[in-house]
């Protein structure tokens, strides 16, 4: 921990299949936001839990018509940068790769293994070329701090696991999923990839709460996932997901030094911008204001 600044976190909440709102918001309020990325999933959610400033985004928006390869990750992370979100709880219904991971447990992941194809998932392209550091892909602080508010409400909980993130949208073939269980892995979802890159590249911390809904489709005694069962897994799950959240709001939104311990993403930037400033394209810096401008943009 360095101490030099002190942090009023702005805590946002992505919220994923099955989760369209969050509860217990004081002033309210659903905005457009627009970003120079495109447009996010949705309006955000803008509002106060005990004083603390929230954002919430439903990842595929209200009703789940954005299918995870479709999503635009960039402009639902600048969105969220732009409303000054500083620490992402990511929300996902996840399928369980190991016995003791039932469903209704939360899995506070702390890996994961991106196998998805084709999605954007940099916003550092020609012009402005950076590479930041993914060996923590995940806030050591949040994650720990999930997981305590969690067990407080008597929820199961998994602290640490990777998550492998395919392309989808179709669920895995047993032999695929035989696979990912031999590599250790705990849990299987289609978004958090690229979400937690980018949400590195613009310096938020991230954690995620896996929520296991099903044993994807290894388990001789478990049906294969469907959308059905993950759906009703997650009927019964949200009310555990929503409490947890208006519990964790609180906890996370303490003013808090400047956190450079395990996972912490706020000054990711730092020395990771490889293009001197000679050499940057102005026409590509303009897009960068919200995600790079402490680095790009002050002296
Ligand atoms: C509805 S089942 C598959 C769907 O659910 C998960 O989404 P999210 O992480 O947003 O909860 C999974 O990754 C798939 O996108
Ligand atoms: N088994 C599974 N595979 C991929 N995404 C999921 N989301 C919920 N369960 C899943």
Redesign the pocket.
């Known amino acids: 921990m360095v101490a030099d600044k002190m942090i009023e976190p702005v805590i946002g909440v992505i919220g994923g299949?099955g989760l369209y709102e969050i509860d217990g918001l004081e002033n309210r309020e659903w905005r457009r936001c627009e970003s120079p990325w495109g447009s996010p999933s949705d309006e955000l959610l803008f509002g106060t839990l005990d004083g603390v400033k929230c954002v919430f985004l439903p990842r595929h928006g209200r009703g789940h018509p954005i299918p995870p390869s479709r999503l635009n990750y960039r402009a639902n992370i600048d969105a969220l940068k732009r409303a000054g979100v500083t620490d992402i709880i990511s929300l996902?219904?996840?399928?369980s790769l190991k016995e003791e991971l039932a469903p209704g447990h939360f899995v506070l992941v702390d890996q994961f293994i991106d196998l998805t194809q084709g999605r954007p998932r940099t916003f550092f392209e020609e012009g402005c070329v950076a590479h930041v550091s993914m060996g923590e892909p995940v806030s050591a602080r949040m994650a720990s701090t999930l997981a305590d508010e969690a067990e407080k409400l008597g929820i199961t909980v998994a602290r640490g696991g990777s998550y492998v993130v395919?392309e989808?949208p179709q669920?895995?073939t047993r032999a695929e999923s035989e696979l990912y269980r031999s590599w250790g892995a705990s849990v299987?979802?289609?978004t958090n990839m690229p979400e937690a890159r980018l949400a590195r590249e613009a310096e938020m911390n991230y954690a995620t709460v896996a929520m296991v809904?099903?044993y994807?489709?290894w388990h001789e005694e478990h049906e294969h996932?469907t959308v059905e069962a993950?759906v009703r897994t997650m009927k019964s799950n949200s009310k555990h997901a929503r409490e947890l959240v208006r519990r964790a709001i609180p906890a996370l939104g303490r003013t808090r030094p400047l956190c450079t311990g395990p996972g912490a993403a706020e000054r990711a930037l730092d020395n990771a911008i490889i293009t001197p400033p000679e050499a940057r394209d102005f026409s590509v810096l303009a897009r960068l204001d919200a995600v790079a401008g402490r680095v790009l943009f002050s002296s």
């Open positions: 299949s996902s219904a996840v399928g395919i989808g669920f895995s299987i979802g289609m809904t099903d994807d489709c996932v993950v």
